[in-house]
C-alpha cells in the first residue's frame, strides 16, 4: 500500500536559517504528492502540492519539487521565520483519492 | 467562502461511554472524509463519503465506530462505547470531487479525551 516517511524531529531553528524536511513515499502509479501545515491551535492546512514528476509546488517561500527517480518531495525554504513555527506533514493520494499521511515534523524557530 | 464546521471542538468522556461528532462541509463539496489523529502521528483515514454514499471505510473499526452522511451534506461520527485509545483529534475534510490533485479542506477538529 501507499505510505510516506519523514525525517524524525524535532527541528529547532535560527531566524533567517536554511530549512529542509525530507519527505520520501512509496506509491503504486503516479501519486500526487502534498504539504500540509498545522499551526498552533489550528487545524491542517494545504501549505503547497505536485500532480506529476518534476512539478514544483510552492507557497509563502516554501518549495517541494516532485522526484519521481528518488520517490521523494522535500520541502525546502531559504529562510525562516518565528511565524513558521508549526507541525509539517508529507501526504501522497493514489488513484483511490486517499490522503495518506506522514507523522509529521514540528518545526520551531526562534529568534 | 465558509470553511469546514465541526462541533464539539473539545469533548471528554469515561470509557464505555459513547460520543457523536458533527461535520459540515463547504457548500457543494461531495467528498466528506473523517481523519484519526492521534498525538504524534499523521492523520488516519477511517471512512469517505461521496454524497451521501460510503466509498471507503477499510479501517474504521465498524464495532465501535458509525458514520452517516444524511442528504449528502451533513456527516455524524459516533462511538460507541469509547475506549481509552480513542482519545485523539477527529478531523473532518470535503473536497469538491474525489480526483486526487483537488485539495481537501480540513476543519479544526474535536478532540476527545477518554478516560
Known amino acids: 500500500g501507499n505510505s510516506v516517511t519523514q525525517m524524525e524531529g524535532p527541528v529547532t531553528l535560527s531566524e533567517e536559517a536554511f530549512l529542509t524536511i525530507n519527505c520520501t513515499y512509496t506509491?503504486?502509479?503516479?501519486?500526487?504528492l502534498f504539504w500540509y501545515v498545522q499551526y498552533p491551535g489550528e487545524g491542517l492546512q494545504l501549505l503547497l502540492k505536485?500532480?506529476?514528476?518534476?512539478d514544483k509546488g510552492s507557497n509563502k517561500g516554501f518549495e517541494a519539487t516532485y522526484r519521481k527517480e528518488t520517490t521523494s518531495f522535500h520541502l525546502e525554504k531559504g529562510s525562516v521565520q518565528v511565524s513558521d513555527s508549526a507541525v509539517y506533514f508529507c501526504?501522497?493520494?493514489?488513484?483511490?483519492?486517499?490522503?495518506?499521511f506522514g507523522k509529521g515534523i514540528t518545526l520551531s524557530v526562534r529568534p | 467562502e465558509a470553511g469546514v464546521a465541526q462541533s464539539p471542538r473539545y469533548k471528554i468522556i469515561e470509557k464505555r461511554q459513547s460520543v457523536a461528532f458533527w461535520c459540515n462541509p463547504i457548500?457543494?463539496?461531495?467528498?466528506l472524509y473523517w481523519y484519526q489523529q492521534i498525538l504524534g502521528q499523521g492523520p488516519k483515514l477511517l471512512i469517505q463519503?461521496?454524497?451521501?454514499?460510503?466509498?471507503?471505510d477499510s479501517q474504521l473499526p465498524k464495532d465501535r465506530f458509525s458514520a452517516e452522511r444524511l442528504k449528502g451534506v451533513d456527516s455524524t461520527l459516533k462511538i460507541q462505547p469509547a475506549k481509552l485509545e480513542d482519545s485523539a483529534v477527529y478531523l473532518c475534510?470535503?473536497?469538491?470531487?474525489?480526483?486526487?490533485?483537488?485539495?481537501?479542506?480540513f476543519g479544526s477538529g474535536t478532540r476527545l479525551t477518554v478516560v
Open positions: 505536485a500532480t506529476k514528476a518534476d
Open positions: 501526504a501522497l493520494t493514489g488513484a483511490n483519492s486517499k490522503l495518506t
Open positions: 457548500s457543494g463539496h461531495a467528498t
Open positions: 475534510a470535503s473536497s469538491p470531487r474525489s480526483f486526487p490533485y483537488y485539495g481537501y479542506t
Open positions: 506509491a503504486t502509479g503516479y501519486p500526487s
Open positions: 463519503f461521496q454524497n451521501n454514499g460510503v466509498v471507503d
